[in-house]
């Protein structure tokens, strides 16, 4: 496909035409060896989309006051995607053949370098889930472990099965028997084991208008596989929140959540509108869009509806769950015991609207959606009830909200023996409008005589921490759960969350409300749970300069909360000695970094320090610094692996990596002090950490980059224009630019009026806000400092982005060129918020290497 290139220049554009980049792993298991050598994998292959390249290059009349040489501008080929620079110079620079549009002859070989460098990094595999199955010898037993890989050639993700026997000593040892090559599964949507580990569910989602398959295996072979047309649902959700798949404790019946059938499109012909009855496969006939639907926004934009379904794995029928209005979107189902209700699932109201008018707002990143536990019927054994219940015909039975009281419930899990319902709850968010915030955790005593008649009373597990004390658990930062997350006593669960920088796993008892850490209390690692071995845990930790490792948690004694960690060798290749080394020569802690001059109205939480983890050489203190800052504003950078990341510090740089107030895991008084003062108190905290590390030596204070994504690219775009003479380059992955640009066109513009207002915003949001409000957005905005900026900047966008908008960037980075400021500009056609394709990750880091090269070499 030929790329089409507009280069801007100061005399207008120009047209060069012929001028010819968990996301998370979907969870796959197996169950035997043997499954996987008779199972019939299918590999798809894809071409990545050209990009569209806008180089700002500013007006010859107007040159940027810069400190630096700039480089010429020039247009060739590229192997993967074409790369853009633009400079001062690049409207003088006349074309030469051969090398990439606003390339230097002298930036060749520093691309070709990082290129090298980044795609030994990119191939590394990473872990993805794992499931454990039991066996009849108490001390063996089997795992199955998914690992993904980056293909930057087909440009996805290719996900593999890795099995391996467990065996257990009597002195706690234990040994992993892997399995000496990993199991490719292309084609798969999801994989789902039964409870009893001898069925296993493969959904193959299709891409066209070819039916859905559901595909039932046993040891060794294929019992059952379902066509569902698109008459009775689109795909099946397998994104892990509106996710919901989930076996019967039987193994007859699979619960899901898929997309409703599609609703009729008005027909037309010669003759104009069809009737009624028509055919609508007259070839002189064609569907027109009819009304347009609402959806849930980023990475949702080609869902409307996701509905309920249950399916017979022997006769593979399927059966809507009735009663539920299409209003609710559902999710998370689970099968509930012994109950005439026989299902329990989460539902987001569409409501979101002002004054809850009807109005879907974006979801991804976004817990402050009210939602609720529903119970609803099976509705096979509502069938099969009907002719004994003489007295109840013509009466259908309506879903019962389990939760009314709550504004926020998710993640439903039923304990062992069927006594308890315990869910966790992002009310804090709910009720603030923060998008996200400390969570809680409850639990509903289910009646032993399955009726749900009267009312259920939810009890509190874990409480919402506002003000942790020192080094005290911070409160419940909750991503998801195991399918099974119990220990052998049934009233112990094992979860991951947050800790300050550091992810760490907890046990939580839902009876006696005690909270632990698992994981090693003196460790900067961040620790994450996989699977359960009974009472056994295996997990993965890693850090910034450290692999991923697969650990085995064995517990010291059935009373104390103790587990000793051994490390367990798995098969990988072996890094190159250029990735050691680099790995071995840098070393990270954790700072803490306290307020100063704290204002008398901040809550006692809002005065405590907030982190940053600072990564350096362990033999050179003069390295450049970058700077790097998370989005949201209520997520968190932890001390986990980051290829991103690892790439960059093996450049040579330092990273100060800032977990400013408002991040996730310092309690609730923290994160809430943000909204209502971003773009200062934010800012502020910023400054605060790179003054401390100045003040220790740790750094040199003028060569100093900075690097961020969506509200971290808010932040970025803010500091250049605060702080201007600060930092020599910055780098900013589709940021947020001009909040009054960004609420007419974003799907969560709820966001910007609680940002900006704090929780007073929620009673401001209007699809209409007012030009007091539009005024204020522009004032806190990174754009009404633009006049002040001198930083030269890389802008990385993605023109499909429904969270930021392509041109909130796009304006930016013009307005920088039109005052003479240098910038470079790459838009990637096809990718979303997170700019998350294999090429289009790589090719924007690779971009962001050499761009800070370029400026902090000097």
């Not at 008018?357 to 509705?379: F, H, Q, V």
């Not at 890693?542 to 009373?559: A, D, E, F, N, R």
């Not at 790097?628 to 450049?651: D, E, I, N, R, T």
């Not at 900047?793 to 060129?817: I, M, W």
Request: a neutral charge; hydrophobic letters at 35%; aromatic letters at 10%.
């Amino acid at each position: 496909m030929a790329k089409m290139v507009f280069v801007i220049k100061s005399g207008g554009p120009q047209l060069n035409k012929g001028y010819a980049k968990r996301s998370p792993i979907q969870p796959m298991v197996v169950l035997t060896t043997a499954f996987i050598t008779c199972a019939k994998f299918r590999c798809r292959s894809s071409i990545a989309a050209a990009n569209l390249l806008l180089v700002s290059a500013p007006p010859s009349r107007a040159r940027a006051p810069s400190r630096r040489p700039l480089l010429r501008g020039r247009v060739g080929k590229v192997s993967l995607h074409s790369i853009a620079m633009s400079t001062t110079q690049a409207s003088e620079a006349a074309p030469d053949k051969g090398l990439p549009l606003g390339m230097d002859a002298t930036m060749v070989d520093e691309y070709a370098s990082q290129s090298k460098l980044l795609q030994e990094f990119v191939k590394i595999p990473s872990f993805g889930k794992a499931w454990i199955f039991n066996s009849k010898d108490e001390n063996t037993s089997r795992a199955v472990v998914s690992i993904g890989q980056s293909d930057l050639l087909a440009n996805k993700r290719r996900k593999f099965l890795l099995n391996s026997h467990i065996s257990k000593g009597a002195s706690k040892s234990v040994d992993f028997q892997w399995s000496p090559f990993p199991t490719e599964i292309s084609g798969v949507s999801a994989v789902i084991p039964s409870p009893s580990g001898e069925k296993l569910l493969l959904v193959r989602n299709s891409e066209d208008d070819s039916p859905t398959k559901l595909e039932i295996w046993g040891p060794c072979q294929l019992e059952n596989e379902i066509h569902i047309a698109k008459s009775v649902h689109g795909s099946l959700y397998t994104d892990e929140w509106f996710e919901g798949i989930s076996w019967n404790q039987e193994e007859t019946f699979i619960a899901y959540v898929a997309e409703e059938p599609p609703q009729p499109k008005p027909v037309f012909n010669d003759y104009g509108f069809k009737k009624e009855g028509s055919s609508e496969k007259d070839c002189k006939s064609w569907k027109g869009q009819g009304d347009w639907e609402d959806t849930w926004g980023e990475t949702y934009s080609k869902k409307r509806i996701p509905a309920l379904f249950v399916v017979n794995i022997s006769s593979g029928e399927v059966q809507p769950v009735n009663g539920i209005p299409r209003s609710l979107s559902v999710g998370q189902v689970i099968w509930a015991p012994s109950s005439s209700y026989g299902l329990v699932f989460v539902a987001w109201s569409s409501d979101n609207g002002f004054q809850e008018t009807p109005r879907k707002l974006g979801i991804k990143y976004c817990y402050n959606r009210p939602c609720s536990l529903y119970a609803a019927p099976d509705p096979f054994k509502e069938e099969a009830d009907k002719p004994s219940a003489e007295g109840n015909k013509g009466e259908t039975t309506t879903v019962i909200n389990l939760t009314a009281d709550l504004s926020s419930a998710f993640f439903p899990r039923f304990s062992p023996d069927g006594k308890y319902l315990v869910f966790v709850s992002a009310k804090s968010a709910v009720d603030s409008g923060s998008h996200n915030a400390t969570n809680s955790m409850h639990r509903i005593e289910w009646p032993t005589d399955g009726k749900l008649d009267g009312s259920l009373g939810v009890a509190d597990v874990v409480p919402v921490v506002m003000c942790p004390k020192d080094n005290c658990f911070p409160g419940l930062y909750c991503f998801g759960l195991l399918r099974d997350p119990w220990l052998s006593d049934g009233r112990t669960m094992i979860l991951s969350s947050v800790w300050g920088s550091r992810e760490v796993i907890l046990s939580v008892n839902v009876v006696s409300c005690e909270v632990s850490r698992v994981s090693p209390q003196d460790s900067d690692y961040s620790w994450n749970v996989l699977a359960l071995d009974k009472n056994n845990i295996l997990a993965v930790s890693s850090s910034l300069i450290t692999l991923p490792q697969i650990y085995y948690g064995v517990k010291v004694s059935q009373t104390e909360r103790h587990w000793e960690w051994q490390e367990v060798s798995t098969p990988f290749p072996k890094l190159s000695d250029e990735i050691n080394s680099i790995l071995a020569e840098h070393r990270f802690s954790i700072l803490k970094i306290p307020i100063s001059n704290p204002s008398n109205k901040l809550a006692d939480g809002a005065k405590l320090p907030f982190e940053a983890i600072f990564v350096s050489h362990k033999d050179s203190a003069s390295n450049p610094t970058i700077v790097v800052l998370h989005g949201g504003p209520h997520s968190v950078y932890p001390s986990s692996y980051s290829k991103s990341l690892a790439f960059l510090f093996s450049q040579g740089y330092n990273l100060l990596v800032v977990n400013y107030r408002g991040s996730l895991g310092f309690g609730e008084e923290a994160l809430q002090s943000l909204p209502g003062n971003v773009g200062s108190q934010d800012v502020n905290d910023v400054l605060m950490a790179l003054d401390l590390v100045v003040k220790r030596g740790l750094i040199d204070p003028s060569r100093v980059a900075v690097v961020g994504g969506s509200h971290g690219g808010f932040l970025t775009t803010h500091l250049i224009g605060q702080a201007p003479d600060t930092f020599v380059a910055a780098a900013a992955r589709n940021p947020v630019c001009n909040l009054s640009l960004m609420v007419g066109t974003t799907d969560i513009p709820d966001w910007c009026f609680i940002e900006i207002y704090g929780k007073e915003g929620k009673n401001y949001f209007s699809e209409s806000p007012s030009v007091d409000d539009l005024c204020q957005f522009h004032k806190k905005s990174p754009i009404s400092h633009i006049s002040k900026v001198k930083t030269p900047t890389l802008f990385l966008l993605g023109a499909q982005d429904l969270r930021v908008p392509v041109s909130n960037g796009l304006q930016y980075a013009r307005a920088l060129k039109e005052r003479g400021m240098e910038s470079k500009t790459i838009v990637f056609p096809e990718d979303i918020h997170g700019i998350d394709k294999p090429q289009s990750d790589f090719e924007s880091f690779l971009n962001i290497g050499v761009w800070f090269k370029k400026h902090l070499s000097k």
